[in-house]
């Protein structure tokens, strides 16, 4: 168990629908990072937070939107939906941002999204 | 020219075999080096985390950084059939600034250890 935690675990929604996925980093940690990985794909940065602030933006889609709050959880928005979009989606947080010590990430158990 | 080159196997040993997993690697500004493990379906767990050169140990897992050929490898020591998954290197810079920012990933090799 990494510490970091995931909800939902699963997902199925119809094309053209938005949901929202919610992530909790370790306690501790100030940085949080989304990632797309689809069936048989590697992992796809989408973006980063630090501390609330938005630090660096991987191939996101303008549909796809994020934030990080106070009490430093993270909730990623994926709006419009299509059936590409159908994939597993991870959250992982570290204590300090890439390019800095302590910058190791840790993995959630993910969201399966099931688009129809 | 992609900046992380990773085979992506499959890769296939018998079990108690010595397994050898690399990395290329095109910015001679990475410092910060990563290994994960990813079991199918599963969040990616870290195994090894090495700053700069050198290698470094965990049980039966080590990791080498060679930055003057930008090679990394792991290698894994009397596999084992639970052994068997994706394993992926990421890496990124020391500077803290704009797309340095971002960890850098391979696309993962897939192991398979027999029994």
């Known amino acids: 168990d990494s510490g970091v935690t995931q909800t939902p675990k699963h997902l199925i929604t119809a094309t053209g629908q938005r949901v929202t996925l919610r992530c909790s980093p370790r306690s501790g940690d100030l940085s949080v990072y989304w990632y797309q990985q689809s069936l048989d794909q590697g992992l796809q940065f989408l973006i980063q937070?630090?501390?609330?602030?938005?630090?660096a933006k991987g191939n996101i889609l303008e549909r796809f939107s994020a934030q990080q709050f106070p009490d430093l959880h993270s909730e990623l928005n994926l709006s419009s939906l299509e059936l590409g979009d159908s994939a597993l989606y991870f959250c992982?947080?570290?204590?300090?941002?890439?390019?800095?010590?302590?910058?190791?990430?840790?993995f959630g158990p993910g969201t399966r999204l099931t688009v129809t | 020219q992609k900046e992380v080159e990773q085979d992506p196997g499959p890769l296939s040993v018998p079990e108690g075999a010595i397994v050898s997993l690399n990395c290329t690697y095109s910015?001679?500004?990475?410092?910060?080096f990563m290994w994960y493990r990813q079991y199918s379906r599963k969040g990616p767990e870290l195994l090894m985390y090495t700053y700069s050169s050198g290698n470094k140990e965990d049980g039966r897992f080590t990791a080498q950084v060679d930055k003057s050929s930008k090679y990394i490898s792991l290698f894994i020591r009397d596999s084992q059939p639970s052994d068997s998954a994706t394993y992926l290197c990421a890496m990124s810079s020391l500077y803290n600034a704009g797309n340095n920012r971002k960890l850098i990933w391979g696309l993962g090799t897939s192991l398979a250890v027999n029994p």
């Open positions: 937070y630090y501390n609330g602030e938005e630090r």
């Open positions: 992982a947080s570290s204590v300090a941002e890439t390019g800095t010590g302590r910058s190791e990430q840790y």
């Open positions: 910015n001679s500004a990475f410092q910060y």
